[in-house]
């Protein structure tokens, strides 16, 4: 597998994550949205949103559709 194909496989799998502090109030209110057909994260860098909805998703056994974008997708 080429560089360039490995990177793009990657923008469409949530991260894999180590151990991580489950957010329950967080997980609250992404839980309440669960009969919506999507959810828009929104907030500065750093503050742990990829982490969030990945943490959620594996707890909850969720089942998604995942897309990383970046600058380079602009």
Known sequence: ???DRAATLGKFRP????R???RERLFALLDAR???CGTWIA???GVGKTTLVA???QARATPCL???L???DA
């Open 1 to 3: 597998m080429t560089i």
């Open 70 to 72: 970046d600058a380079a």
């Open 20 to 22: 991580v502090f489950e």
């Open 43 to 45: 907030g500065p860098p």
């Open 55 to 57: 943490t959620h998703l």
């Open 66 to 68: 995942w897309l990383q």
């Open 15 to 18: 991260p894999r994550l180590g």
């Open 34 to 36: 669960s009969a919506v």
